[in-house]
């Protein structure tokens, strides 16, 4: 399966990286302060550029001591002294896990002494290196951008991230060092056998599980959490296939991550989820869904993954003959937006239903897989238009013409109408419950499209 590159901005405080961030992404995602140490956490979203999806992670300014004492930077942010070691090691750590490193420097106050030390930290990486000399807001002053090519690192790239200068110039340089991960199928890969990622929030027992299914102690155990760190892949075979189990370190809302490597693990584990066929969100019986929870499915729905949910613990939870439907129920209401969702509980810790797990997840996969027929899938949507008339704009009412599955992996439906335009979200996911209620894509989600008739798109 093809994996996102990872794009790493490093640089001193106070350059611009969090501003470059905001314009690669195209919104006002990280903190902007004109006091360094501001970014005291990294961020990571979504890039595109030319067809090619990377992630993007901005790192907090990477501060350098004189040999004197003295910084050749402006003073911190109130507080961020504290913050100096951490924000290095995730900043160092965000390059070591990268396929291209943007070094971002000041293009109007030149070389300092910290951009070389800086530099000759990353030389030993043998990766793409991009200067990105900021703050270049005129095209006269480019070539105050030449003198960075005296740090040895590789192509300098005039820039200005507030106003967009040179911006489309420098990711050209950058896809094209990476565009070769984004595309690469290697053999293994081909092999499309079942692929699990075990994801979740911190100490909800991800690595139990993992233990549990492999009956080794592959994974280090412990009740602290955070202890996986990265995404770590081990091969099983159940009922004669082949199945590979992705465990991953814990995800935390964003906001609540330390900073630190447990930063990187986040982009860690999201890579794993784009790895994966089906994820298995653990949730922790005894705290329930949380905010946290939300938002891990919503990652791995914003993928295109199936997912089962799985509640862990479920042994130490008081129990009569109403708690396990309390449970569902509440858990349903949390995760409303995915109700094809299935619900299992066990214990990795005893061991207890513990076969439900992979017996669910691979009934998931198989679902992933399942096509209609063309002239069935017809009839269910003239049994829903009959059912309930498609939306009117003005006088003009959308009609359905035809409607065929394009792909499975995820299951994709084309439907042609009139005018695209009229299609209300309402009516889309009416649509999808219609073709669930006889075909119910157990754990995976569907994606419908609409094409106007006539239209290329």
Known sequence: MKRKPIVALVGRPNVGKSSLFNRIVGERMAVIHDMPGTTRDRLQAIGNW????????????????????????????????????QIKSQAMQAVQEADAIIFVVDG????????????????????????????????????????????????????????????????????????????????????????????????AGKSTLLNRLTGEERMIVSPIAGTTRDAIDTDITWHGERITLIDTAGIRRRGRIEPGVEKFSVVRAMQAIERAHVAILVIDAEQGVTEQDEHIAGYVIEEFKSIVIAINKWDAVEKDSYTMNQFIATVRERLHFIPYAP?????????????????????????????????????????????????????????????????TDPPIFLMHVNDKSIVHFSYERYLENQIRAQYPFEGTPIRISFRQRGSDL
Not at 60 to 79: F, H, M, N, S, W
Not at 124 to 145: L, V
Not at 171 to 199: G, S
Not at 344 to 352: D, E, K, P, V
């Open 50 to 85: 030319n067809g090619v999806n990377f992630h993007i992670v901005d790192t907090g300014g990477i501060e350098v001591y004189q040999p004197k004492g003295v910084r050749d930077t402006a003073p911190l942010a109130e507080g961020s002294i504290d913050f100096v070691d």
């Open 108 to 203: 109007q106050q030149g070389v300092t002494a910290a951009d070389e030390t800086i530099a000759e930290e990353l030389r030993p990486t043998n990766k793409p290196i991009f200067i990105a000399a900021n703050k270049i807001d005129e095209e006269r002053k480019i070539p105050d951008a030449f003198e960075f090519y005296g740090l040895g690192l590789g192509e300098v790239i005039a820039v200005s991230a507030i106003h967009g200068l040179g911006v489309g110039d420098l990711l050209d340089e950058v896809v094209a060092a990476v565009r070769h991960i984004a595309d690469d199928t290697d053999d293994e890969d081909d092999d499309e056998h079942l692929k699990i990622a075990i994801v979740g929030r911190p100490n």
């Open 343 to 407: 619900i299992i509980f066990f214990s990795a810790l005893t061991g207890q239903r513990i076969h439900t797990v992979l017996e669910t997840a691979h009934r998931v996969y198989q679902a992933r897989f399942a096509r209609i027929a063309t002239s069935e899938l017809n009839q269910i949507v003239r049994n829903a238009v009959e059912k309930h008339a498609p939306p009117t704009k003005g006088i003009k009412r959308l009609k359905i013409f035809y409607a065929t599955q394009v792909r």
